[in-house]
């Protein structure tokens, strides 16, 4: 396959995602969380400073950061989904494709397939400490 034939195939598979067409762009090489597939939480400091956080950026002058993670889910399932810290949020993405992208910014209850996920942390630069927890609920 020459480059151009690489390209051509990621931009026709690229237009046809119904979610986001960006989705293919996540970063899926991230870090990956070593996790038993039943619960996980990360606590921790958040700040421009730090090796893992990328930021501040953003054109509306708020400033935001984010830390970028990749997670493999073992199991198909519904996993409770909880972030703490003021104005942070977690978005998930299934990696490999046209996933679906999903964003929240307390707690929520998700239906994962069993996969790779791209998990950005995302807060603002004000954020100091933040934290998220995952649980598979039985």
Sequence with gaps: MTLADSVAAFVELMETCPQDRM????ECEAPEIAWDGREIAEFRDFGC????VIGPY??????????????????????????????MSLALVDCGGCGVRTKLGSTGVLELTAGLYSLRLIGSVDAYEV???IRRVE
Aim: glycine residues 18%; proline residues 2%.
């Design 49 to 52: 400073e730090q090796e893992d």
């Design 131 to 133: 934290g998220w927890a």
């Design 23 to 26: 989705a293919m762009l996540l």
């Design 58 to 87: 953003g054109s509306d002058g708020n400033g935001a950061m984010l830390v970028m993670r990749t997670i493999a889910v073992p199991a198909d399932g519904v996993y409770e989904v909880q972030v703490f810290g003021d104005g």
